[in-house]
C-alpha cells in the first residue's frame, strides 16, 4: 500500500455500494469496543455498504444462523457509553481447526460477506490473518463437499481483513495505545486515589496488583500517576539485591516525611531467575524486614469494567473510520493490516509485522535481553519507564549545584498542573538545584510571594486537581520592574512557567523585555496548561483530558435523561475561549448531533439544517438529541438564541432543554493522561533547562539571550520538542488566543458521519501503510 490511494477522486457515499462488512469482537473485552463497533457499522453504512453484526466472537462466525445479523443505524444508539462488548465476545476452540474455519467460510460465502473487522487482542488477530491464508484453500474444499456453488465460490474469492487492537494491556507493539487502555487506568487510577486517602490516616504500606500478564504498561503508567515508591513489571525484573534497595527506599521515604508508601505490582512480574514476584511476598518481605503496617490489593476484574474514557471513545470512533476505508481500499495484494493511532494520527500498519514484533517482545524477556524488551515495546514505554527510574530510583545529592530554578502556575487552573511542578521539584533536587515556588502567578514574582520547596511538599501532588501553587491570569508586561528586581532577589537562574494562553504570552513579553532587563536573560520553559487546549506549538495541553472527561460524563447523564423523556433535545455549552476542541472532542466522544464551534463558521441555513436533521431524527427509534456549543462560538448565536430556535422550530416533534456546565470542567481530579502528561513534561522540561544552563554564561554569569534559551515544550504528531517562543508568535492568532491551524479539525467530519449527515469525507488524506520495523529505530 505504499502507493497513495486515489480515493480522492471517489465519492466515499458510494465507495461501498455491492459490499458486506462483518463486525466480531473476540477475546477478552476492553472498553471502548462497542466506540469501534457503532462507528464501523454506521461509516460502513455512509460507504453504501451493507454491514452484519457477527455475535459471541469466532464461535458466532462458526455456528453461523442467528449469530451473524444485518445492522441497522440504529442498532448502535446508546452503546457509545457503555463497557465491555454489546455483540459479546467467546472464546473459540473451533475456530483453531479447520473444520471450524470451514464452517465460518461457508457462513460468510453465503451472506457475500469478504470483508472482515476484528477488534481483540494479538491472539484474535493472528486467527483473522490464518483465516485469510487458508481462505482460498477452504473454498476449494467448501465447493468439493458440495457446500457452496462454484458460481458464489468465484464471486466470494478474497477476504479482506482488518484488525482492531482491543486489549486493557496494551500489549500489542506498534500502536501507541489500544483499545481499553486508557479506561483501565482510569479504573486503577480511581482505586489508588481512594487507597491513598485511607493509607495516609493510618501511615500504611499499599501494595495493588495490577493486569498484565505478559506486559507491564498498566502497572508503569499507574505507578508515575501516582507517585509510587517501586514498580515490578515483566519487561524489566529488578537487580539482583533488590529487596534491600526496596526496604531502603521505603524507609528513605518515611524517614522524609512521607506518611504513605506506594508499590504497584504487574501480575506477571517476576525475578532476574524467572520467579514470580506476588504481591503477598512483598507484603511478607516488608512487614518482615521493616514491621510496617503492610496491606494488600488485587484488582482483577474491575480493571475490564465500566463506562469508556473520552479517549478510548474517541480512539474506537476513529479508528472505526479508518478501518471501513482500509477495508474499501484493500487489494488481494495488500496484507492483513490493523488500524491505530501513533500521537494523534491514524496509522496502518502490516497485522503481521505487529504480530511478529509483540512475539519478540515475549521473545527478549524469556531470554533475559529486558533493555530490548523495553526498546521492542515501542519509544512511550521506553519514556515512561526512564522517567519513573529517575523519579523513583535517585536519591537528591549531598552536593548542591547552586542553582535556583523557579516554578509557577499562570492562567486559569487544571487538572495536572500539580503533577507538572512535582516532577520538576523532584527532578530538579535530584539534581542538586534549590527550587523555588512562585505563588500566584506574575503577581507573586512581582510581590516576592516565592519560597523554597523541599521534597515531601510536593507529595501527592499528582492526584490533586487544580492549582496547589496558586495562579492568576496576570500578565507581567506592567511588573517588569518589579520582576527583574526580584529574580536578582531571590537569585532565580532559570523559570517553568506552567499554564494556559497567558503563560505563552507572558513568556514572549518576558523575552521582548530581555533588552531592558539583564535579569530576564535566564532560560526559561513555557509548559502548556489550560482545559481549553488552546496554546501554539503543542497538539495537547495538560488538563484538556480531564475537561473531556467531565463534560462527556454530564452528556452521558443528560442523554439518560432525554432517553427516558423521549423526544427532548439538550443543548449544552462548553468552556474553551474561542478555541473548539473541547466541543468538538466531546461530541465525538458522548455521539452529539452537532457541535457549533468558532473555527468553522456557521450561519442560519446551517442552524435549519440542524434543526431538520433532529426533526427527521425523531421519526426514528432513536428519540432524542444532543447539541453542543463552545461558549465563544458566535458572538451572535448565543446559547440562549440556540435555545429559543430549536425550541420555536422543533415545537410539536421535540421539546428542548438547555445546560451551560461552567467551571465544573476546570475542577476534578486529573485522568491518568493529565498525570502521566503533566509528570514527563515536568522532568523533561527541567533536564532540558540544567542542560541550558551549562551554555548560557557570560563573565562567569548565567546570560541567556538568544531565542533558543524560551521555549514552549509541546506534543507534536508523535514526540516532545522545545520551540521558541519567538518562533511561535507567527502560528498564532492572538486575537482569538488560539492556533492559527489545529490538528483536530480534520476529524469533525467523522463526527458529522456518524450523526449521519451525508457530507463529504475527505479520503484524501489516508493513512497509508507504515512498517513496524522502521520505527523501532535501531531494531
Excluded at 479 to 504: P, Q, Y
Aim: contains cysteine; charged residues 20%; proline residues 3%.
Amino acid at each position: 500500500m505504499s502507493k497513495t490511494i486515489q480515493s480522492g477522486t471517489m465519492d466515499p457515499t458510494k465507495m461501498g455500494v455491492g459490499r458486506s462488512i462483518a463486525v466480531l469482537t473476540s477475546g477478552g473485552d476492553a472498553q471502548g469496543m462497542n466506540a469501534a463497533v457503532r462507528a464501523t457499522v454506521r461509516v460502513g453504512l455512509y460507504t453504501g455498504a451493507s454491514v452484519y453484526f457477527v455475535h459471541e466472537g469466532y464461535q458466532g462466525l462458526v455456528d453461523g444462523g442467528d449469530n451473524i445479523k444485518l445492522a441497522t443505524w440504529e442498532s448502535v444508539s446508546m452503546m457509545l457509553q457503555l463497557g465491555g462488548t454489546v455483540i459479546g465476545s467467546a472464546r473459540c476452540k473451533d475456530f483453531q481447526t479447520r473444520e471450524g474455519r470451514m464452517k465460518a467460510a461457508g457462513n460468510l460465502v453465503k451472506l457475500g460477506i469478504t470483508n472482515l473487522c476484528v477488534i481483540g487482542g494479538d491472539g484474535s488477530l493472528t486467527g483473522a490473518n490464518q483465516f485469510r491464508t487458508d481462505w482460498s484453500e477452504l473454498l476449494v474444499d467448501l465447493v468439493k463437499a458440495g457446500k457452496i456453488t462454484k458460481d458464489e465460490a468465484s464471486k466470494s474469492s478474497h477476504l479482506n481483513i482488518v484488525g482492531m487492537v482491543g486489549s486493557i494491556d496494551n500489549d500489542f507493539c506498534g500502536t501507541d495505545m489500544t483499545i481499553g487502555t486508557d479506561s483501565a487506568l482510569h479504573r486503577i487510577i480511581e482505586v489508588v486515589d481512594a487507597i491513598t486517602t485511607t493509607a495516609q490516616s493510618h501511615q500504611r504500606t499499599f501494595i495493588l496488583e495490577v493486569m498484565g500478564r505478559h506486559c507491564g504498561y498498566l502497572a508503569l503508567v499507574t505507578a508515575l500517576s501516582c507517585g509510587a515508591d517501586w514498580v515490578f513489571i515483566p519487561e524489566m525484573p529488578p537487580d539482583e539485591g533488590w529487596e534491600e534497595h526496596l526496604c531502603r527506599r521505603l524507609a528513605d521515604q518515611r524517614g522524609r516525611g512521607c506518611r504513605l508508601n506506594v508499590i504497584i505490582v504487574a501480575e506477571g512480574a517476576m525475578t532476574r531467575a524467572g520467579k514470580p514476584i506476588t504481591s503477598d511476598q512483598l507484603k511478607q518481605l516488608v512487614v518482615d524486614r521493616l514491621g510496617f503496617d503492610t496491606r494488600t490489593t488485587v484488582l482483577g476484574h474491575v480493571q475490564r469494567g465500566g463506562t469508556p474514557s473520552a479517549f478510548d471513545r474517541i480512539l474506537g470512533s476513529r479508528m472505526g473510520v479508518e478501518a471501513v476505508m482500509a477495508l474499501l481500499e484493500a487489494t488481494p495484494e495488500t496484507p492483513a493490516c490493523v488500524v491505530s493511532l501513533s500521537g494523534n494520527q491514524a496509522v496502518r500498519l502490516p497485522l503481521m509485522e505487529c504480530v511478529q514484533v509483540t512475539k519478540d517482545v515475549t521473545a527478549a524477556m524469556a531470554e533475559g535481553r529486558f533493555e530490548d524488551a523495553i526498546k521492542l515495546r515501542g519509544k512511550s514505554f521506553e519514556n515512561n519507564w526512564n522517567t519513573y527510574k529517575l523519579l523513583a530510583h535517585i536519591n537528591p545529592p549531598d552536593v548542591k549545584s547552586n542553582i535556583n530554578v523557579a516554578v509557577m502556575n499562570i492562567g486559569a487552573p487544571c487538572a495536572g498542573m500539580n503533577s507538572a511542578v512535582r516532577s520538576a521539584v523532584r527532578i530538579g533536587m535530584i539534581q542538586g538545584h534549590t527550587m523555588l515556588a512562585v505563588h500566584d502567578g506574575f503577581d507573586g514574582l512581582a510581590h516576592g510571594n516565592i519560597e523554597p520547596l523541599s521534597w515531601t511538599n510536593v507529595s501527592g501532588w499528582t492526584g490533586k486537581g487544580g492549582s496547589m501553587l496558586g495562579t492568576k491570569r496576570t500578565l507581567p508586561g506592567k511588573m517588569m520592574e518589579e520582576i527583574s528586581l526580584n529574580i536578582n532577589k531571590f537569585n532565580i537562574h532559570a523559570m517553568v512557567i506552567i499554564g494556559g494562553f497567558e503563560a505563552f504570552v507572558g513568556g514572549l513579553e518576558l523575552v521582548q523585555a530581555r533588552e531592558k532587563y539583564v535579569e530576564l536573560c535566564i532560560p526559561m520553559v513555557v509548559i502548556p496548561a489550560t482545559v481549553s487546549n488552546n496554546v501554539p506549538g503543542s497538539d495537547f495541553s495538560i488538563g484538556a483530558d480531564t475537561a473531556l472527561n467531565t463534560i462527556v460524563a454530564t452528556c452521558d447523564r443528560i442523554k439518560q435523561s432525554a432517553a427516558g423523556t423521549k423526544r427532548r433535545v439538550f443543548i449544552i455549552e462548553t468552556m474553551g475561549g474561542y478555541c473548539g476542541y473541547l466541543a468538538t472532542m466531546a461530541g465525538m466522544a458522548s455521539g452529539a448531533d452537532a457541535a457549533y464551534i468558532y473555527e468553522e463558521k456557521f450561519n442560519i441555513k446551517d442552524l435549519e439544517l440542524n434543526v431538520e436533521h433532529l426533526v427527521q431524527k425523531m421519526k426514528t427509534t432513536v428519540k432524542r438529541g444532543l447539541i453542543l456549543r463552545n461558549e465563544n462560538s458566535n458572538a451572535n448565536y448565543t446559547t440562549d438564541f440556540i435555545f429559543s430556535l430549536y425550541s420555536e422550530e422543533g415545537k410539536g416533534v421535540f421539546d428542548c432543554r438547555k445546560n451551560v456546565l461552567g467551571h465544573m470542567q476546570q475542577g476534578g481530579t486529573p485522568t491518568p493522561f493529565d498525570r502521566n502528561f503533566g509528570t514527563k513534561m515536568g522532568a523533561k522540561s527541567v533536564l532540558w533547562l540544567t542542560e541550558k544552563l551549562k551554555t548560557c554564561t557570560r563573565h562567569g554569569r548565567i546570560y541567556a539571550n538568544t531565542p533558543d534559551s524560551a521555549c514552549l515544550l509541546g506534543m507534536r504528531k508523535r514526540a516532545l520538542y522545545f520551540q521558541p517562543l519567538a518562533e511561535l508568535k507567527e502560528e498564532t492568532d492572538f486575537e482569538h488566543r488560539i492556533p492559527k491551524t489545529q490538528w483536530w479539525l480534520k476529524i469533525r467530519p467523522i463526527m458529522k458521519i456518524l450523526a449521519k449527515y451525508n457530507i463529504e469525507l475527505d479520503t484524501s488524506e489516508h493513512a497509508n501503510m507504515e512498517h513496524v520495523i522502521k520505527k523501532m529505530g535501531h531494531l
